[in-house]
C-alpha cells in the first residue's frame, strides 16, 4: 500500500478504525497530500455496492458524473469530521487535501464528506466524529446547517460541480 510512503502523513489506528495522521505540523493552506485513485463513473459506483459497500461509500465526487476510488492508496482511510481540519479541493486534474487550520503532528486529518456530495446523491451516513456540534447524520451538502454552508463557500471548500447541485 503506498499510504505509509506519502511524505507528512500515514495510516494509523484512530477513534473510528485507521485513519490518516499527521507526521509534522500543517499550516492553514497546506497542502497535505494529493488523493490517488482511479476515476470510476458514477455507474460503476453503483456496481461496487452490489459487490462491496464500503469501496462504493470510500469513493469521492471527482466531477458532475465521476468519482475518485481511492482503493488501496491513503484517501481510503480518510474519515469524516464536523469539525474538519482540511477539505478535497479539485486543483487541475488531481484531488488533494489542504489543512483550513493548523494541524498538529499525530493530529488525525479529517474532512467533511458533506462538501463531496451533492444534492443529487443519495448517499448518507450516521455520524460518529465525536465532535461537540456533530450534526449526527452526513449528507449532502445543501442539507448543511446555513451557517456552515456560508463559512465552506467563503473557504473555497465546495467544488462548483456540487454547487451546481443546489
Not at 485513485?37 to 462504493?56: C, F, H, L, N
Not at 482511510?77 to 486543483?91: M, R
Request: aromatic share 10%; with cysteine; hydrophobic share 35%.
Amino acid at each position: 500500500m503506498t499510504a505509509r510512503k506519502t511524505p507528512g502523513i500515514r495510516v494509523e489506528a484512530v477513534r473510528n478504525g485507521h485513519g490518516i495522521v499527521a507526521r509534522k505540523a500543517f499550516r492553514p493552506g497546506d497542502l497535505v497530500c494529493s488523493i490517488k485513485g482511479t476515476i470510476v463513473s458514477s455507474e460503476q459506483v453503483w456496481r461496487y455496492w452490489d459487490k462491496d459497500p464500503r469501496m462504493a461509500a470510500n469513493c469521492m465526487r471527482y466531477d458532475e458524473d465521476q468519482y475518485l476510488n481511492p482503493e488501496g492508496e491513503i484517501g481510503a482511510f480518510a474519515n469524516h469530521s464536523c469539525a474538519p481540519n482540511s477539505f478535497v479541493f479539485k486543483e487541475g486534474r488531481r484531488l488533494v487535501f489542504r489543512a483550513i487550520k493548523p494541524i498538529a503532528a499525530h493530529d488525525e486529518i479529517t474532512h467533511d464528506y458533506a462538501t463531496l456530495i451533492g444534492a443529487d446523491d443519495i448517499w448518507k451516513m450516521r455520524c460518529n466524529c465525536g465532535e461537540s456540534r456533530c450534526r449526527k447524520t452526513v449528507q449532502s451538502f445543501h442539507k448543511l446547517p446555513a451557517g456552515t454552508l456560508r463559512r465552506y463557500k467563503a473557504l473555497g471548500a465546495v467544488p462548483d460541480f456540487i454547487l451546481a447541485t443546489l
